[in-house]
């Protein structure tokens, strides 16, 4: 009842796995202390299906959500404008303060500030705040571990 996959390409990195190495590869830096999940999973956002803003109308669709901790300790209430920095580009948008939110996460949703009728749709683009060469071993994007800093405008 059982299946065996053997991927050849997986071999050695598999072997070399361990909570060793795993905690290397996650150690945060000064610059960027926190990880961004890019692509929070949300009702309002339907990832690039977006058309038009009249569907966000009065929800708050494309928030910037930290947990309490981390808010606290940055200064940052509920509604604020924050600034979101990566290695690739910084973006602003309006902060959430969410006890869904582990401390030391910054989630954003995708599907948002995408061009539509030549203007740009609300919200953030958070396929700017993630390099195209931040991949694992086989080229996948590693868009749910971003290193990042959050910051009040």
Known sequence: GKIEVYIEEMEQTV???NAASESEGLKMSPEFPMILNAGRHTRYNINTMMRDNGWNEGQRAC???VSPEDARRLGISDGD???VTTQASSETGAAQVSDQVRSG????PHGFGLIYADEEVYGINVNRLTKNTHRDFLGTPMHRFVPCRIEKV
């Open 15 to 17: 072997i070399e796995l």
């Open 63 to 65: 928030t910037v959500a």
């Open 81 to 83: 404008n924050v600034s």
């Open 105 to 108: 996460m910054v989630l954003i």
